[in-house]
Structure formats: C-alpha cells, structure tokens
C-alpha cells in the first residue's frame, strides 16, 4: 500500500486526522487493533445500542458523529490490523491481520496511538477480580456488563466517570476510594485561573463527583497504603483512611486507577527522543510546533502528552492540515481552548512519589517484584533495559507497555537518579505478540533482527 | 460507426513491477473501484484494452435513477446516488450530474397499475416518488402531446455525462497515484498456490494480491480463459443525439415510444427499449436454459437476429496462453453498428409527439453492448475457489448510475474490508447454487 498518509491508531486523533486528509483529497490509510473505530474513550460508540450510548455520557455520544464521518470519508481502515513493525527511513509500517502481515509504504505518518493507564503496582493487584478502571470501562462499552458493588480506588478524572457511568448503568460502586493526598486540592488551585479560560472539562468533572456522591456511593478522601486482600481472587480493599485508621471495604471487584500516560511504544521503536514531564510524570515524546517527531512522521493526541480527547481530535485535524497545507491558526487555538483545564488536572491528580514495596508485583507477566528490580538497580543496572536483561522485567506478552513507568521508576529511585538519565527500555519490533505464521509469510524479511546493543 | 468520443486520459507508459490491485477495465465500474482503492491507500493498476470509457459507460443514455430498481439493488443505489451527489467534488471535476428527475408515462390503466407498483419501495427509501397527473407533464414537458394518461415522477432521479464521469473518475484516481494503462490489454490471470499472484498483460506480467474483473461486456470471455462460468449475454442497444433543442425540458422523459435525456451540450440523448436487439450466437444456446426466465419476462421488447456476429464469435477462441494475442487486443474498441432503421423509427414518434424537436438534426448514431446477467442483477463478488479473485460487471443496462456503488463495494471486497452493503445478492455462486433466478427489474423495463 502506497498512502499520502497512513495513520495509526482509531481514537480522536486518528479519526480526526483521516476525516480532515480525506476532505483535503488525500489517500489515507488508518490501521488499528481494535474491531471497531473509536480508541479507547469511543469504543463500540458507533455500533452499541442508542441505550447504552446514552447511559455512557455525552462525550461518548459525541464519538458517534465522529465515526459516522470517518466512514463517509472513504479512508482506507485494516481494522483488527497490529502495526507491528515501523521504520523510519524510508517510512514502512508491518501491519498484521487476519490475512496476514501487509507492508505499507506511506508518503508521511501519523502516530495517534494515545495512552495507557499508569500501572498500579500495589499488593494483590494481580489477584483476578481486580481490573484497571479502563479495563471496567472497557466491559461496560463492549458488552454492557457492569460489575455490581465493585470498589473504585487510585486518583484521576476517569475513576469519576466510570462510577458515574455505572451508577447510570444501575450498579453504583460500592465505594470510590481517591488516594490524593490530603492539600492537593489547595495547591492545585494556583492552576485554577488558566483553567477557568475554558471550565467545561472542570464543570463537567464538579458534574460527574455530584452524580457519583447523589447516588449513594461510599466516598473516602485522602486514603493511602492501598492493599487488596484474597487468596485466590480479590474479596477485599484494604486502605489507611485521612484519619490514619484501616479501612477493609469486602469486594469482588476492584478497579484502580492512577491516571493515563502516553503510549510510548511507537515512538520509543522510532528511537525518537524522549523528555521525562514532571507535571505529568511521564515520559513526552519530542515534537516541533508542528507535531512532527520526525521527517514526514507526526504525532497527534495523547500519545504526545495528555490532553483529552477534544484536544486529540483537534490535534489530529491539524496534523492533516498541516500535511495537506491551508490555515492552522483556528485549530491551534480550539487545542489551546481544550487544554486549558489541564495543567490544573496534572497538579490535582500527579501521582506523586510513593512507589511500591518490594514485595509486590510489578512486572505481571514475568512475575518480578519491586525489591527485585530495586536490587538490579543497586547491583549495578543503570536503566531499566539492564533491569529487563537481568530480570525478564518488561519481556512478557505485553512487552513492557504495562509496568515499563514502574520499572524506570524503581531503578531511578534506587540509584537515586532523575527519570531522565534512568530512561526507559528500548522497545523492537514486533510491538506486540504475533503467531509465528504472520511473520513466516511476511511480505519482507524480518526487520530488527540485530543484536540488540549493550 | 464509432460512439461519442470520452474526454483523454493520460495513459502511462511503463507499468508497475507490483501493486496491491489489478482492476481490469477502464469503464465507470472499473474506474470508481480504482479510485476508492487509492484513496484508501492501496496501490492499484488499472488496465483498458482500448480508452477509457471507451465501451458501454460512455454509450449509455446517462440515467442515475433510483426508480425501477431491484429491490435487491436499492442498497446499492441509494449510496450510489449520494456519492453521485459528492462526485464533482471528489474528482474536482464535472461529470454533469443532475437531479433532474426521470417522469415514466404511462398511457392507459394497466401502465399505471404497472408503475404505481414501484412507489412502496421508493417510499420505503424516502425518495420524492408521486404519480404526476397530465397537468403536470404539461408544465414539465411543454408542448409535449402523446397521450400520457400521467406518469411515475421521481425527482432524485438524475443525469450524468457518460463522456465525462468515468474518465473524470480515472483522472482522479491517477492523482492519488493509480497506474492508468490504456491500450494494454489484461490476457489472463496469473495463479500461483490457488491464488491470484498477478496478471498478464499484453505489456507484461504484473504482480498483485488481489485483481477486480470489471471488463463489461469482455468478462465472460476473460473469466472463461480462467476456468470461471459467468452467465453472461450480450444485448445491443442503439442511440442517437440531437442538435441542440433550445428550451428544450430538464427533467428526463420516458415514453413508451421513445425516451430523451437533455445532455451538457443542450441536444439530447434518444433512444427506447424498443432498439434492443439480441444478436445469436453460440453463447445464446449454451445459456439458453439459464436467461429463459429473462427472455420470457422480457421478449416482447427484444428482437432476435442472427447476423455475422454469430460466425465471428464462433470463431473466437475461448482459451488461451499467456503469450498469446487475445480477443481482447483484437476488438480494442467493441463497436456495434447502430441499428438506424429501429431508432430512427423511435425518433420519428418522438418528433410526431413533440413539435419542439421537429426539424432538429441527428448528431450521431451508435450503438453499445450490454452486458445482461439471468437476473439482471450485477455479480459483484468474490470467487470462492480463486482467492484474491473479485467479479464487478454484469450490470445489465443499468450499471453507470450504480458505478459510485459498486465501486465501493468492489474496493470493499477488493482489500477484504467490511461491505458496506451486504453482498449476498450480487454473488456469482446464486447462478449455480440452486437459487431460483428471478429477473425483477429487468433489462428493458426501464
Ligand atoms: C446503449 C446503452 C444504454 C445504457 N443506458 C444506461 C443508463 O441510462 N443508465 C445506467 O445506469 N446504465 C445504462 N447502461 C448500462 C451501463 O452503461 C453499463 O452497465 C455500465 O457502463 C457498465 O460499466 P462497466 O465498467 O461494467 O463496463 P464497460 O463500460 O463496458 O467497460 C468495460 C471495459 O473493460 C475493458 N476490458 C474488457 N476486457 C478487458 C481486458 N481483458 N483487458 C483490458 N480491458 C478490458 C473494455 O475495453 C471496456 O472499456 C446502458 C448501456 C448501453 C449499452
């Protein structure tokens, strides 16, 4: 395949970029793992039930519009297709679906491959009953399912809109437990007059807090030492409260959630720079004003900083834009519109420094504990691709891009180092797990088979 | 006597070594599906034995018409008529659309209760369909007698320019960076480990993953060198245009005798069902059994001849090599003769009928072949035992309003995308399968 643009990932960027590059009478093929469009926050909004689109909020009704247009667009879409391999130079992107794997060979790229939530590495989190809150969010869209008396715990805007969309769906949570310590609402408020520029996002969270509160949902403010208790599956949330007492709230289900962070797999295999963000506490990927990260490759949306998703859509617009050539100025001022809530939000819900205790679990597929990697990082591994080789820490089937925040954190604490110089692994093809047919049939050689450098 | 000339294409000199998709032929089924793949991103080659447009899709009468529609069809066409509505823009040219509506007279009760039949469907559509009484052909058609007792009006009913569309098309296409090779003809498919690896041109081999068989009135024959049956016949019908009428009507009329579409150029397009002729040739008797529902539906407007035709394509060769000149570098071009006396009998009752076009000259006569399938629906689809293989042609007479359409959905079948409509009504296996064949619309029903 030949594009003008090829495009990753089917969220608000993506979706926003192929609606804009089509208009602009480019070709543009957009390439997502995912069944339907719509990324993470409009998942199935094109295809569920009115219902249930309507129980999951505005926002997500919104996405409707959004892929309704994208279908109308007549923009090539492999969905179900893993980009699995992506070159820079010239530009390549592998791509794996049920036919198998194809090669395209774009003029230019956009990645819009958004974020991932922040691992939780706390005791018991890999019991099963215990989900991310994306992941119960995830059911809720795709099938409807709603767990009943499930506990929400951890910081961040999207623990709010869950309980409310479940409690709209007729399962309120049993109890929402929000980790932020006590004065971080006093000293967030310093952001508050940016905010203000454009308070939707803010009136809207006020919204969803009064909601969760009305429907009789047991809140707890300020709790710390978040610990789930079971033997063979979750039955348990266990925490100290403001007050210093312990609190053990019974639960089959636990949802925790500490925030979302770029998606950094794509750019880390593109070996574009990346700067560590202090105020979201996490890795940004470089880009010039002009979204590009590199020669004909543009990045748009969460996957280059958090943003939301009226600031990713917009994002993805003007990387089409930008491409196709015609006026920026309009867009680039609705993105500043749609991120003036955010430095507000990143002081109110940074996930601050505690890490976990050694004996817990980070890396989940390969079963590493935080004291392991903690001992790597003393015993000599300065990153956290030292920790990786030593410890398999990263190696699993979800090559690192569940724990890989974790692992940099730890290893920089041990050493007593900044994120910066810590790093963080050196991500290689493929990007995720592919049946040996795929890549035995692969249009072109295996790419990234070099020895990996020391 | 060749037909109206299609606007140039340029057509590249050198092909591709590989691409994604073959789409073989350059008529408007050809060139929407060339068009939609590449604006998708998938590399494409599109091949035309003689110029785009060149046969049936720039021959045809120019209707995009929503009425008188299979309902099998009516998905298809719906979409079609709204990317018809887009195209201009899309292609940043004109093809000449219009809604100006297509009125279908009728002259006694039995016409009527014939075409009130296709309201409910429209309806069902929300497509403006009413039954316009004589006052109101009156204001449409001014000066127009002949008897019409009324007529079945459907303003989404439109026009396009058969010489424009398709090349405007393919023109679009090649800017989004389609291969447009005109005057190379595709001699046969090239299958390796029961796939479709490439084709075989008359300029060389080229490989690909999947080849879209979009060769009109040709695809029988090509289909047949590959050991695929496709039922398929040809019917010829003739038109001629007209100098230009001045006030002349918009909307697009439909008589019984006669039918006349106002082209760009201000003349208009006549013709009528009653021109259609079935020429006989050994395919008629190898189909017979297959198209006798149609011909029993239908006869009545067709007449039968056995002309030379019938010994010329005796003689094709039904087989052949890779390396071998084909039936298709041999007719770059098909051409029938029009059949004067037929049409000129149809415009004498339009003239008789309409003072307005008394004394205005014929421009040109020509004549186009149709390719008619038994049901007079379009195969538009997969072969099951030749992955990589997808049929888009059959559209029997009725296939340049669908063009948009079914280039979508042949694109769609084409890189193994969702369809967009679901294709189970325009598959090839339903004339093998035991489905009973039943011809709705028909040919010439129209
Ligand atoms: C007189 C007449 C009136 C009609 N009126 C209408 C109408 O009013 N409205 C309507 O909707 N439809 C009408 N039709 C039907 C319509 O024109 C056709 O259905 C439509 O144009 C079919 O398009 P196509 O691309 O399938 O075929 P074509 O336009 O016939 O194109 C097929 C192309 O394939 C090429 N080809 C074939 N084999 C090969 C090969 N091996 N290698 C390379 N190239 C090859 C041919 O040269 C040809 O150019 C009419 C048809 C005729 C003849």
Known sequence: ?454 | MPGPTPDPVPSAETLPARVDTVVIGGGIIGCCTALELAERGFSVLLCEKGHIGGEQSSRNWGWVRLTHRDPREMELMVESARLWQQLDRRVGAETGYRRCGIAFGFRDEAGRADLEQWLPSLRDYQLPASVASPAELADLFPGMEGGLQGALLNRADGRAEPQKAAPAVARAAQALGATVAAGCAVRSLDISAGRVSGVFTEKGRVACDSVVVAGGAWSRLFLGNAGVELPQLRLRNTVLRTAAVPDGPETTIKHPDFTARRRADGGYTVASVLANRFELTPDSFRLFMKFLPALRNEWRTISFSVGHGFVEAAREPRRWGADQVTPFERCRVLDPDPDRKAIDKVYASLQRAWPAFRGVPVEQYWAGMIDVTPDAVSVISKVEQMPGLVIATGFSGHGFGLGPGAGKLAADLASDARPFTDPANFRLTRFSDGTPIRPISGVARR
Not at chain 1, 87 to 113: F, K, V, W
Not at chain 1, 334 to 355: E, N, Q, T, V
């Open chain 1, 1 to 454: 395949m030949t594009p003008d643009l090829a495009i990753i990932g089917a969220g608000p960027a993506g979706l926003g970029a192929a609606i804009e590059a089509r208009a602009a009478g480019l070709s543009v093929v957009l390439v997502d793992d995912q069944p339907e469009p719509g990324g993470q926050i409009w998942r199935g909004a094109g295809t569920v039930p009115k219902a249930r689109r309507q129980l999951m909020g505005p926002d997500y009704a919104k996405g409707r519009a959004v892929i309704d247009a994208f279908h109308a667009s007549g923009a090539g879409y492999l969905p179900g297709h893993v980009a699995w391999n992506i070159e820079a130079e010239p530009l390549a992107i592998d791509c794996a679906g049920p036919g198998g794997s194809r090669r395209i060979l774009p003029r230019a790229l956009l990645l819009a491959t958004g974020a991932v939530e922040r691992p939780v590495p706390v005791p018991g989190w890999t019991l099963p009953g215990v989900q991310t809150a994306g992941g119960l969010q995830i059911l809720m869209k795709a099938s409807g399912l709603a767990a009943e008396g499930a506990v929400l715990a951890g910081a961040g805007p999207l623990l709010w809109l869950l309980a409310a969309q479940m409690a709209a769906a007729g399962a309120p949570p049993l109890a929402v437990v929000e980790t932020l310590p006590r004065g971080r609402y006093l000293g967030a408020v310093r952001a508050l007059p940016g905010a203000m520029r454009a308070p939707g996002p803010l009136a809207k969270g006020l919204g969803l807090i009064a909601r969760v509160l009305r429907a009789g949902v047991q809140v707890h403010r300020g709790a710390a030492a978040l610990r789930i208790d079971g033997t063979d599956r979750a039955e348990a949330l266990c925490f100290r409260d403001a007050s210093g007492r312990d609190r053990r709230l019974e639960a089959q289900t636990v949802g925790l959630h500490m925030g979302v962070v770029p998606n950094q797999q794509a750019t880390r295999l593109l070996r574009i720079g990346h700067d560590w963000d202090e105020a979201q506490a996490a890795f940004l990927p470089r880009r010039d004003g002009d979204l590009r990260l590199a020669p004909g490759i543009l990045m748009a949306g969460d996957g280059a900083g958090i943003g939301g998703a009226d600031a990713a859509y917009l994002e993805g617009r003007l990387a089409a834009r930008l491409l196709a050539g015609g006026e920026t100025g309009g867009l680039r001022r609705g993105i500043a519109r749609a991120r003036a809530a955010r430095p507000f939000l990143d002081r109110l819900y940074h996930p601050g420094a505690a890490l976990p205790g050694d004996e817990t679990v980070v890396c989940r597929c390969e079963n590493v504990t935080a004291g392991a990697i903690r001992r790597a990082a003393r015993d000599g591994a300065i990153g956290p691709n030292q920790a990786k080789f030593l410890l398999r820490a990263g190696m699993g089937p979800c090559q690192g891009r569940t724990c890989g925040p974790a692992v940099a954190a730890l290893v920089a604490e041990a050493r007593g180092q900044g994120m910066q110089e810590t790093g963080y692994f050196r991500i290689r093809p493929p990007l995720k797990p592919l049946p040996l047919s795929v890549i035995a049939s692969a249009e072109l050689p295996l790419p990234g088979t070099q020895a990996a450098p020391p």
